[in-house]
């Protein structure tokens, strides 16, 4: 058992600080609106802070999982933020999703105050958050990443460190381009079936046992056939993270056509009120 901080107990943080309570730490909690720390406490076992620099007094590891790059300065390195109150040798661990310069940034801070950062944004979305199924990708220092790689095992099922520190944040880039291409070209195909006259739900059961398998093929399709949007990974994150992709390929001259097109497709959506529809919703641009 080991003294945590967990701050941020939104769809992703709730249950990622329940699995760290279950798992016998002694956790504490931070979230902006106190009611939904209270709402945690009728949950699991473990305690409530007025602030983050509170949270974090006497913790070994602290992790935060908040929305964006001004939402983590605030938890971390803001007046009421967590680094004022942490411990030398204690490791922040941020599992928001954010630009690989704030995660240098706040290594560059985090060492001049002798603790250590790690940037670890997640894959898996909510249901890999609440089955403590969620992929982690590292960057930080090794020795500070094998101190708490065992916690983060309560609710991921790998994490791995990807280098120095902002490759956490890198490889998450890499995954929300490879997603937005998947999911445009699974909407095509799903639209182009359904206009052909197929029954869909059997040609997905067919296709999905070959090369055209993936993972939003086999969570989303059944749901994107049938219309249903409202759960899961909303559009306005994914705009945000497509965002801080394509900022970095501007940096380092990659080129991201297919991302750059789907991120416009997103902002459609958003226009047309679909800011918290799972991000398959793509698909209802084609059937309208």
């Known amino acids: 058992m080991v003294a945590?901080?967990?701050?941020?107990l939104g769809a992703m943080g709730y249950p990622?600080?329940?699995?760290?309570?279950?798992?016998g730490h002694d956790v504490c909690v931070f979230n902006r609106t106190a009611a939904r720390a209270t709402s945690w406490l009728g949950e699991f076992a473990g305690r409530a802070a007025p602030s983050p620099r509170d949270a974090a007094r006497d913790a070994e590891?602290?992790?935060?999982?908040?929305?964006?790059?001004?939402?983590?300065?605030?938890?971390?390195?803001?007046?009421?933020?967590?680094?004022?109150?942490m411990g030398p040798g204690s490791v922040y661990v941020d599992h928001t999703t954010t630009s690989a310069h704030l995660a240098r940034e706040l290594g560059d801070e985090a060492r001049a105050r002798n603790i250590e950062f790690i940037d670890a944004p997640v894959s898996?979305?909510?249901?890999?958050?609440?089955?403590?199924?969620?992929?982690?990708?590292?960057?930080?220092?090794e020795a500070a990443f094998e101190r708490v790689r065992a916690v983060i095992e309560?609710?991921?099922?790998?994490?791995?460190?990807?280098?120095?520190?902002?490759s956490g944040q890198l490889t998450k880039m890499v995954n929300q381009i490879c997603i937005s291409g998947l999911l445009q070209g699974l909407a095509e195909g799903l639209n182009f079936g359904s206009k052909a006259g197929l029954d869909m739900d059997k040609a997905i059961s067919v296709i999905g046992q070959g090369a055209a398998q993936s993972w939003q093929m086999d969570n989303r399709a059944s749901s994107m056939i049938a219309g249903e949007f409202d759960f899961g990974f909303a559009v306005d994150w994914m705009r945000k993270d497509l965002g801080i992709a394509l900022d970095a390929a501007r940096e380092?001259?990659?080129?991201?056509?297919?991302?750059?097109l789907v991120d416009q497709f997103y902002a459609e959506l958003q226009r047309r009120g679909d800011n918290r529809s799972d991000t398959s919703c793509l698909i209802r641009l084609l059937r309208d």
């Open 252 to 260: 380092n001259g990659a080129t991201l056509p297919v991302a750059a």
């Open 61 to 85: 590891f602290v992790f935060s999982c908040v929305g964006n790059d001004a939402d983590v300065r605030a938890v971390s390195t803001g007046p009421d933020g967590a680094f004022p109150g």
């Open 16 to 23: 990622m600080a329940g699995h760290l309570s279950r798992a």
């Open 154 to 166: 309560a609710y991921a099922r790998g994490s791995v460190l990807m280098g120095e520190t902002g």
């Open 4 to 8: 945590i901080a967990f701050i941020g």
């Open 124 to 141: 898996g979305g909510e249901s890999g958050a609440q089955n403590g199924a969620l992929t982690v990708m590292c960057g930080g220092r």
